[in-house]
C-alpha cells in the first residue's frame, strides 16, 4: 500500500520498554550474536520486528526489474526510493495483521486451499509445498477479512451521495459524438510523389470552393476505398478517426469542407455531412455503476483513517539505514532511528 505520509519514530510506554527489555534478557547472547551476523532489525512494530532478510524478499522482484532499466545514480535513487515504500508497506502490512489477532479474525485451511484453487484457475503459478507461499496466501486472506470487517462493512452510500457524483462528474457518462462524413484521399505512390499529391490535394480543395461536387471529384481522383460511393464514409464515432482528422471536424458544420490534412495515409479532404450533439447516458442507467464507483472512493477514506488510527497508538521504531545518501528526497519514506525518546 502506498503511504501518504512519513512514519516517525513513536515513543514506547513503559509496558513496551519492559517487554523489550525482558525479550532481551531471556535471549541467549550466542543466538543474539548469530542472528546479528546474518541478518538485522529493520523495524520494530509493536511487540513485532521486521528483518532485513524479510525486506529483501519484498523487494526482489522489483529489484530485478529496476537493475534493468536504471544505471548509476538514478538506480542507486530509485533503489533507495522502493526501499522505503517496502518498509512503509511491511510496517502497513505488520499493523493490520495485529488488528486482525487483536479482533480474533481467523483463516481457515479450507479457506487457503480454495483460494489457491481460484488462483490455479485464473493462471497464476503458485508452489503450494513453499510454506512462505501459503503464510502469504493465508495473511493476504486476514488482511481482507479484517478490512472488511474494519472498513467496509460500514461504508453507507446514499442516493444523495449518488446524484451528486452523478452531477459533478456529468462528462464521464457522455457517449462519444458521432459522425457522418465523406473523403477523398490521395495516397503519395512512394516517397518522392509526397509533394505531387499535396498539389493535387490543393487543386482539389480549390475545385471544391468554386463548387464542384465533392462526389464527382471524389469519384474521379480519390484513392480511398470509398470512392466509387462519391467518398462516403458513412456514420463514424468520436475516438475511431485519426487524430488529425479528429481535430478537423471539430471545427466544421454540416457541409463544411476540411483544409487538406496530412496523415500517415496520404492528403484527406473531408467534409462533414451531420453531427450527432454530445448525448449521455441515463442515470438509472449508471446508478449501479456510479454506487460501485463511490462506495470504492469511500471505503479508501475511511481505510486511510482507520490505518491512520493504527499508526498514532502503534510503537513504531526505525531501524532502517538506506544507502550512504540516506532516504530520497521525494516520495513517501520513514524516517530511520536507532533509539527512541522518552
Known amino acids: ?41 529493520v523495524a520494530i512494530v509493536n511487540s513485532d520486528l521486521i528483518m532485513q532478510s524479510d525486506m529483501k524478499r519484498e523487494l526482489a522482484p522489483e529489484r530485478e526489474r529496476i537493475q534493468k532499466e536504471y544505471r548509476g545514480e538514478a538506480l542507486a535513487h530509485r533503489l533507495r526510493t522502493v526501499e522505503y515504500m517496502a518498509l512503509t508497506s511491511m510496517i502497513e502490512r505488520k499493523l493490520q495483521l495485529q488488528e486482525a ?20 484457475q485464473q493462471g497464476e503459478k503458485i508452489d503450494e509445498t513453499n510454506p512462505a507461499n501459503l503464510k502469504n496466501v493465508r495473511e493476504q486472506l486476514i488482511l481482507l477479512k479484517v478490512v472488511d470487517r474494519e472498513v467496509r462493512s460500514g461504508v453507507m452510500v446514499a442516493d444523495s451521495d449518488i446524484k451528486r457524483y452523478f452531477q459533478e462528474h456529468h462528462d464521464r457518462f457522455a457517449l462519444p459524438e458521432e459522425y457522418t462524413l465523406s473523403q477523398i484521399l490521395l495516397k503519395p505512390r512512394s516517397p518522392d510523389d509526397t509533394s505531387d499529391a499535396k498539389a493535387k490535394a490543393a487543386e482539389i480543395t480549390a475545385l471544391l470552393k468554386r ?26 464515432r468520436q475516438g475511431e478517426l485519426l487524430p488529425g482528422i479528429e481535430r478537423a471536424i471539430t471545427k466544421l458544420v454540416p457541409g463544411g469542407i476540411s483544409d487538406t490534412i496530412e496523415t ?18 441515463p442515470y438509472e442507467e449508471v446508478r449501479a455503476e456510479i454506487q460501485g464507483l463511490v462506495f470504492q472512493q469511500k471505503s479508501e477514506d475511511v481505510f486511510q483513517a482507520w490505518l491512520a488510527e493504527l499508526k498514532n497508538k502503534a510503537y513504531i521504531e526505525i531501524k532502517f539505514e538506506s544507502a550512504p545518501s540516506g532516504p530520497p528526497t521525494t ?10 525518546k522518552e
Request: aromatic letters at 6%.
Open 1 to 41: 500500500m502506498i503511504m501518504h505520509r512519513p512514519f516517525i519514530t513513536m515513543p514506547p510506554s513503559r509496558l513496551h520498554r519492559a517487554v523489550l527489555f525482558a525479550l532481551a534478557l531471556l535471549a541467549p547472547a550466542s543466538l543474539l550474536s548469530a542472528a546479528q551476523v546474518q541478518d538485522r532489525i
Open 101 to 120: 489477532k487483536a479482533k480474533g479474525i481467523e483463516v481457515s485451511d479450507q479457506e487457503v486451499r480454495q483460494a489457491l484453487q481460484q488462483m490455479k
Open 211 to 236: 463548387g464542384e461536387p465533392f462526389e464527382d471529384l471524389a469519384l474521379h481522383f480519390s484513392d480511398g476505398p470509398n470512392a466509387s460511393r462519391g467518398g462516403r464514409l458513412g456514420l463514424v
Open 264 to 281: 500517415s495515409e496520404g492528403f484527406h479532404i473531408v467534409r462533414l455531412e451531420d453531427k450527432q450533439p454530445k448525448q449521455f447516458r
Open 331 to 340: 516520495g513517501p519514506a520513514p524516517r530511520p532511528s536507532s533509539t527512541s
